[in-house]
Every structure is written in C-alpha cells, then in structure tokens.
C-alpha cells in the first residue's frame, strides 16, 4: 500500500524529510506496511537551485496540495505563521495529518490546531519542533503517564549553542560564527529568533504544555538572548572555568510555574557544560523515573529530517498518545533557580565613587566574593547570596554602572533545582 504526501517547504528541513523519505521508503514499508510517497512540494521560488532532483514534483500553488484528495499527509517545513497557519489548519480541517517541524507555530496557535485535529479524526505531530533530532516529544507522552514531571529545561537552540562554542573554543567572533551556523542550516530565516531568546522560548512553550498539560502563553515567559554577551564577558567566564549557555527551564510547584530563557554560567562539571557546537540537552525531572538528560543534534537538515519521519512512522502505524486533559490556568511566576551570580560593572578610572557604591551595596548584600578581578576600570565578579536573591537582581539591575549580570548554575541540576524554593521570591 502507498501513502501520498504534500511536503510545504524544500528547505533545510525539507530537504532532509525529502532524502530520508526518498532514501528510506522501502524500509518504511518494511515495518509499517506502508510506502510513502512524495506527490508533491511547494516552495516560493520555482528557479532556485535544489540539492535534490525534484522535477515536475514542485508547485507554487498551495491549493494544488491542500485540495489533493489522493494526499493524506501533510509535512509543514515553511516556518513562521503565515501562510503556514492557513495552510496546517486547512489541511486538518480536510482530515489530511499534519506533522510540522514549525515551533512559532506550534507554541501560538498548538492548542487551536489540536481541537482541529481531534474534530476531523487527524493527527497533528511536531517532534522536529523542539530538539532537533532528540525524540522528546515522543518520551515525554509515555514518561508523564507514569509520571509527575515538575522541572524540563536545558539547552534548546542548536544556533546559539553553537555560536557559543565557537566563539569560546575556538575563538571566532560573534558574527564570523553566526554566519556559519546560518551556512550550515541550523538558524532561523530571521536569526533574531535564535540569538534573541525567542526560538527557545517556543520550544520551552511547547514543552512546558506538553509536560505540565498546560496552555502557556508566550509573552509570560522571560527572556533573554546571548546576543549583548560580550567578548570580554566571555574571557573572564573562560578564565574562572565556567561555561555559558542559553538556558530555558520550567519548573512546577503547587499553584505555579516559573519558567525562563537566559544566558547562564555552568561549571566543568556540571553536563551543560559538555553540550556543545549545534547539540542539544534536555532535562527531566519526575517523581518515579527520576532525572532523564536527552541530548542530540539540535538543528540541521537531515537530524530534524528524522524527528519529522519518526512521526511519519508513528502515523503510519496509528501511534498515537492521547494528551491529558488540560488543567485550570496556572499563573507564571518570576523566581531564580541560584543564589550565585556572575556581574561586570564599569567605572572609568576616575569614576572610582562608581566603584566604590557598589562595592558597599555588595557588603550590605552580605554576598561573598567567589572570583573577582579589577582591570581597567573593569571590576568583575562571581558572588554567591545567601538570600532574597530576586530583590538582589532587581536591586543590581539599577546600578547603571552594572553592564552584565548572569546568573550561574552549580555543580548539579537536581540539586539546585531542590534548593529552588528556599530561593523563589514571588513578585
Ligand atoms: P528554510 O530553509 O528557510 O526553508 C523554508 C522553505 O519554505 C523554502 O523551501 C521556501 O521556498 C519555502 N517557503 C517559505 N515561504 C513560503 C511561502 N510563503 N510559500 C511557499 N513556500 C514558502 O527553513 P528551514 O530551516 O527548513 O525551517 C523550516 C521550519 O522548520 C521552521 O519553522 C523552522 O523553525 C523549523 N526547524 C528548522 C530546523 C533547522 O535545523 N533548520 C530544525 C527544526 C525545526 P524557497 O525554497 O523557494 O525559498
Ligand atoms: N534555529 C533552530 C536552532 C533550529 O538553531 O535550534 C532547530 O529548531
């Protein structure tokens, strides 16, 4: 038996789905029973140079696909929400299955999408949407049922992990970096959505629902981009034997979540630290099974290519985990997972007075000094808290001459996120 597809979308992501779909096919049909087959594909622009033979498969013409009755499976490789939200929400309201790898799309409008799929009998997949290659999605529909998960996060954008690598370890500039992560696929059309926070926040959205069978509205969650770390910041993190990473983490408790996209510092030993170029780690916290860390290749043609065929397979093979119903609204809340911070503050040499303020606030604080250094007119440091670590952020936030504040993740996660609650100040 043959099953024909409409793939949206020949780049990066198309491309892969399209040479594992072509390549693998006769193995699809070994173990589902099914071949799949590509009828055709839809792009912006019919000329441009393809990595693969496509001819007579291409179309500019949406409605050639969506009102195909012979297609009964639609892969969204477009990105962003128009025309893509047409397009998925047509498809399933004709009955087609939609599997997308589009994470904007999914963390606005997923809930919507979902009702319209459960409607008309169809399934709606998105493993490629968040963690590239790693299976998530997937694991977590089986790890909640038995299951409470109350912590997810990690490291969730392959284009920002690997600009960080590359300026640390091997010295590139920021934007000698970003420009080879766009060459090898792994950003955004509009690279913004890594470097500012934003791909990482929807991941973090669609995670966070699917983990705690909440509806999280994007805008409630904080976030912060690796796009103003500076050289100079990375220096003195290097130095002091620190990584930096773009961290994005929910956490559940009793009448809330907290949850968030930053930059954060980890140590050698902490995991986080050993994640690196375009790899991705997610972490999961339950009450049975433990601590689970996935990692894998976080973006790219052909690892996201075989999240969005692992959903084919599962479709094919009628797999499908039913979602929990949702719960009431939980308020997102604004709470730190560390008492240990990372800032740089800038006095010009005769600005000493500058110097001197905050060096006094920091007394009064009672925070110790772990690491500092005072060059230039730079003082920098790493200082630990003993309590009330919001109003101290909120408080440091003020000082203009406070140019960087990171904060910094200790030797373990489930340590820290144990500690979590001593720290929380709620807003
Ligand atoms: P891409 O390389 O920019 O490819 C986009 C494709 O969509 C192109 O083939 C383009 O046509 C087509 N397209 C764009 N606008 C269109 C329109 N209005 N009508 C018809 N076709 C249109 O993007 P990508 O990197 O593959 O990403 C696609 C989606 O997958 C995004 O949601 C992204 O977040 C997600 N994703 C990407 C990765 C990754 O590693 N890149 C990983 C996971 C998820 P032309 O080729 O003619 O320009
Ligand atoms: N731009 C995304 C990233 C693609 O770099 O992680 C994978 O979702």
Redesign the pocket.
Known sequence: MKIKIGL???????TGVYKLITSRGGHIRESTGVYPEIKKI????LN?PRKVKVEGLLT?N?EEILKDKEIKIIIE????IS?AYEYVKEALSSGKHVIT????LIAKHGEELNEIAEKNKAFLKCE??VG?AIPILHQIDRLKITDEIDFVGGIIN?TTNYILTKMTTEGRSYKEALKEAQQL??A??NPDYDVKGF?ALYKLAILMRKVFNINVPVNSITRKGIDEITTQDLNYINKWGYKIKLFAWGKKVKDGIFAGVEPVLVEENNILSRINDVNNAIILRGDSFGEYVFVGKG???LP?GDAVVADLIDILLNYNIKDNKRINFLPIRQGSFTDTFYIRLETHKENILGLKKVLKFLKEQKVSIVESSYENGTFTAIVKMKKSVETFTEKLEKITEIKTIFKVLQEDITEEVSKFEDFVEVI
């Open positions: 949206l979308g020949l780049g990066t992501v198309g839809l792009v912006k622009n441009k500019q949406a490789a477009i990105g962003g025309p790898a589009n994470k904007e490629a949407s590239g392959g696929g792994y955004e059309a791909d973006a790219g043609e996201t």
